[in-house]
């Protein structure tokens, strides 16, 4: 997909701020946001996530290597689909 065509893909909440600003009194006709297949959830254990979050906070506290790096490499990527 071209950078420049975002005609096909619009993020949800660019996509409720255009619906607000066209509605009369500002807000949308029904709340909430439209999930697409980019936007759905990435499948991944729940073990992995909690561990990495829970290794980058520690970084954060402690300021020293807690191995972040390698539990955040574990987990899968939106980006690159092949990654595991």
Request: net charge neutral; no cysteine.
């Amino acid at each position: 997909m071209d950078k420049t065509d975002r005609s096909k893909s619009q993020p949800e909440v660019l996509a409720k701020f255009g619906e607000a600003a066209r509605d009369q009194d500002g807000k949308p006709d029904k709340p909430g946001l439209r999930a697409t297949p980019e936007t759905a959830p990435v499948a991944m254990e729940p073990k992995l996530k909690q561990e990495a979050a829970t290794k980058v906070l520690r970084e954060g506290v402690f300021h020293r290597d807690e191995g972040a790096d390698e539990a955040i490499d574990k987990l899968p990527d939106r980006i690159t689909k092949d990654k595991k």
